[in-house]
């Protein structure tokens, strides 16, 4: 059995190395459970990945706390959980409360600048593995095709492209692929979803039982972005930044832009860009005290629910992958995937290499005339230090992150 001290030296590792959104820390994770530690099997792996797909939050983060509670049970699936967000979390607050001091981050943006070119290399060399793996029969190739397709040329909804591959995979299924249904697991999912409901729910009673008006407001606010969530935080990213800034009027378009950037250049999931937008609420409110306070309301209430969903779900995973068609149907939903992360990816190697991207008729593309050289020197030689060299993905992390320095120094 994977120790507890094992879990929190790997899952501590994945957290401070979790750059890059979800594309770059999926192949993070696969690349530390199954190809280094192999405490996850690939047909594991990638069944949690398609569960964790289908739920709202942050599919990345709730991918760790399946995986640890496929290790150690409930305990490992919290630590794993709490160890993916906490080193981002921090770093976000740090960041926050320099920004509201002295109003400019542009050191640690040029830091992140050579690690997001570094994470683009982790990037590619996970999705060629994860596809090869996740691809066992040309309809496999076809859906992935065909979800990348949805996502980055037409923006359908994610739950849709999702389904409609899970409907694909369950009617392509050979009849005999039937067989006698295995009974579900013994688990108490009333009991669970009670016990999660309460954690998230009974704070923000006592906030407004106390009077705290605007914590409140940040924690119902947060909350209903929580179970909303689904296709990840570019799924809701717009309409929370309209809703704080036009509606509440918590911070700026500016102060917005600016959170999201620094969200997307610290380990940890984007959606922690709430908590950025949290402490600006509470400071502009009340100051520091206030700040700190409505930062951690707002890391409760956006976290505490991805455990609720993943407690409850988890014990059906490995059941419903044993159900002949119900396997068929998240095999369809793993190839989906692939061209969900693909979509991802594209996006995060423009969002890398040009400084301007936006959605136009037919996809996301960049203006060209916003090429930043120095993000694709570093990428060029993130890639040869991580895919020829062979250097661990720590080394080349911070090699990147030394020369953006000094390169950005001398241009």
Same mark, same amino acid.
């Given at each position: 059995m994977t120790s507890t001290a094992q879990l929190f030296r790997v899952f501590g590792k994945i957290g401070l190395l979790s750059f890059g959104g979800p594309a770059a820390q999926i192949a993070l994770m696969h690349g530390e459970l199954v190809d280094r530690h192999k405490w996850l099997t690939e047909k594991e792996f990638l069944s949690g990945l398609s569960f964790c797909m289908l739920l709202p939050g942050p599919e990345a983060m709730q991918l760790a706390t399946y995986s640890g509670w496929r290790l150690r049970g409930i305990w490992g699936g919290l630590l794993a959980g709490l160890l993916f967000v906490v080193p981002g979390a921090a770093v976000i607050m740090a960041l926050a409360a320099i920004y509201v001091h002295f109003g400019d981050v542009s050191?640690?943006?040029?830091?992140?600048?050579?690690i997001k070119a570094a994470v683009l290399a982790i990037v590619i060399?996970?999705?060629?593995?994860?596809?090869?793996?996740?691809?066992?029969q040309p309809l496999h190739w076809v859906l992935a095709a065909l979800s990348f397709l949805a996502l980055f040329v037409l923006a359908l909804p994610f739950p849709a492209v999702i389904a409609a591959a899970a409907l694909a995979?369950?009617?392509?299924?050979?009849?005999?692929?039937?067989?006698?249904?295995?009974?579900?697991?013994?688990?108490?999912?009333l009991r669970t979803i009670a016990t999660w409901l309460v954690l998230w729910?009974?704070?923000?009673?006592?906030?407004?039982?106390?009077?705290?008006?605007?914590l409140f407001d940040v924690a119902l606010f947060f909350s209903k972005l929580a179970a909303v969530t689904f296709g990840g935080a570019y799924a809701v990213l717009a309409y929370m930044g309209q809703e704080v800034v036009t509606q509440l009027g918590w911070l700026t378009a500016g102060q917005m832009i600016d959170g999201l950037g620094l969200a997307e250049t610290t380990p940890g999931p984007l959606i922690l860009v709430t908590e950025f937008v949290g402490f600006l609420a509470g400071y502009t409110a009340g100051g520091?005290?206030?700040?700190?306070?409505?930062a951690l309301v707002t890391l409760w209430v956006t976290f505490v629910p991805c455990f609720l969903w993943i407690f409850t779900g988890a014990p059906y995973i490995a059941w419903l992958g044993a159900? +002949?068609? #119900? !396997?068929?149907?998240?095999?369809?939903?793993?190839?989906?995937?692939?061209?969900?992360?693909?979509?991802?990816?594209?996006?995060f190697a423009m969002s890398v290499l040009f400084s301007d991207v936006?959605?136009?008729?037919?996809?996301?593309? +960049?203006? #060209? !005339?916003t090429f930043d050289p120095l993000a694709g020197l570093l990428s060029v030689i993130a890639a040869v230090l991580l895919l020829?060299?062979?250097?661990s993905v720590v080394a080349v992390l911070a090699s990147a992150a030394v020369l953006a320095l000094g390169l950005g120094q001398i241009t």
């Open positions: 050191v640690v943006k040029t830091l992140f600048v050579g060399e996970a999705l060629i593995k994860v596809a090869k793996r996740a691809f066992r995979g369950y009617a392509f299924s050979s009849s005999s692929d039937d067989a006698p249904a295995q009974s579900p697991p013994k688990s108490t999912p729910w009974a704070p923000v009673l006592m906030l407004y039982l106390l009077g705290f008006d605007l520091w005290g206030l700040a700190i306070a409505a159900q +002949p068609r #119900l !396997s068929a149907a998240l095999s369809g939903i793993t190839a989906a995937v692939v061209g969900v992360i693909a979509n991802l990816s594209l996006w936006n959605r136009r008729a037919w996809g996301w593309w +960049p203006d #060209l !005339s020829r060299q062979k250097w």
